[in-house]
């Protein structure tokens, strides 16, 4: 009989829903964290997803540790937000790993990280009301305020006898979500976001601004066993004195390594471009693999960039010639 976890979460709980939809709504990818995975994990996730990998994780404490523990692949996971049922999923597998955890969710401002993770089915997103749950179960299932739990024994003997499997249960619950979704008044429409840039269309930027302070761009500046996005010279026989990696997805630790690698070979300064979560993601492991970068990297959100390049540009053909020569010093 497979069991029934639950976690409850807020939603004024700023970092717990940025977690939600990083590793739930989203899914990451699976280069991400490909050689922190055994085969036969990476196998059980990839059976679901080929390239995402979707999970939730919970601090170290010892009740979780207990619920975790008791965790098997095939048992169900369940998230509440508030007083609702919001996402669906099985779990695959689990593992502990502060390393896989700091990737998916960075961590807390104590040090601490969610490193009892689960890897899950990719999510089903639904909406059930905790009361109407209660409701329609007699009173059978209800759920703790918060953190990590599991039904006890009891109350899955009680669900199976009442439904005739646990997974009649859970199919229960989703048509209990159509039903109350059909109820649902429209959601208003969200604001449009700012459209993501391409990493080819951030290296073109950095490029054109390289050239408008009047700098010897390199795209694909090669380096052993491949290349750094693009370099920066002051005397075009000279060696690279910035360079640039830009990093939206793939594998952030190759990324930071060819900065590394421009830092210890020709003393140039590393840039990475990135996004909010790339720079979380970036400082974490400034705290450890990378920590010989952490004081000379310069960590530059894409929104950033992109104003600086405005700029700049605005300002060198508001002057012409005279804006070149300014810039010829910028650096």
């Known amino acids: 009989m497979p069991g029934i976890f639950y976690v409850r979460l807020s939603s004024r709980d700023s970092v717990a829903m940025r977690n939600v939809k990083r590793t739930l709504d989203e899914g990451v990818s699976i280069d991400e964290i490909r050689h922190l995975l055994d085969s036969e994990t990476l196998g059980a996730i990839q059976r679901y997803h080929p390239d995402k990998v979707f999970a939730w994780g919970s601090l170290p404490s010892n009740v979780n540790r207990n619920f975790w523990s ?47 993770i689960y890897f899950l089915t990719p999510p089903i997103k639904v909406y059930v009301p905790e009361n109407i749950v209660k409701e329609r179960t007699r009173g059978i299932v209800s759920f703790s305020p918060r953190g990590l739990n599991r039904f006890s024994e009891e109350r899955l003997k009680t669900l199976e006898r009442m439904f005739g499997t646990i997974q009649n249960f859970i199919i229960s619950l989703l048509a209990l979500s159509i039903h109350e979704q059909v109820a649902l008044p429209p959601r208003p429409p969200e604001p449009s976001p700012r459209p993501i840039p391409t990493h080819d269309e951030i290296v073109r930027i950095i490029k054109e601004l390289g050239q408008l302070l009047n700098k010897f761009p390199r795209t694909e500046e090669p380096i052993p066993g491949g290349s750094i996005d693009i370099a920066w010279r002051k005397d075009p026989r000279g060696v690279p004195y910035i360079v640039f990696e830009v990093h939206f997805t793939g594998n952030l630790h190759a990324d930071l390594a060819k900065l590394k690698y421009a830092r210890e070979i020709w003393n140039s300064i590393p840039v990475l471009i990135t996004d909010e979560r790339g720079a979380t993601r970036a400082q974490n492991l400034l705290q450890g693999p990378f920590a010989e970068l952490r004081d000379v990297i310069k960590i530059v959100k894409w929104q950033d960039i992109i104003e600086i390049y405005k700029t700049v540009k605005k300002l060198v053909e508001k002057h012409e010639g005279i804006g070149r020569i300014l810039f010829r010093k910028f650096d």
Do not use: N, P
């Open 70 to 116: 008791m965790m098997r692949r095939g048992d169900y996971f369940l998230i509440l937000i508030d007083q609702t049922i919001c996402y669906i999923a099985k779990i695959l597998a689990k593992r502990e790993s502060s390393e896989i955890a700091r990737i998916f969710w960075g961590e807390r401002i104590t040090g601490e990280t969610w490193e009892l």
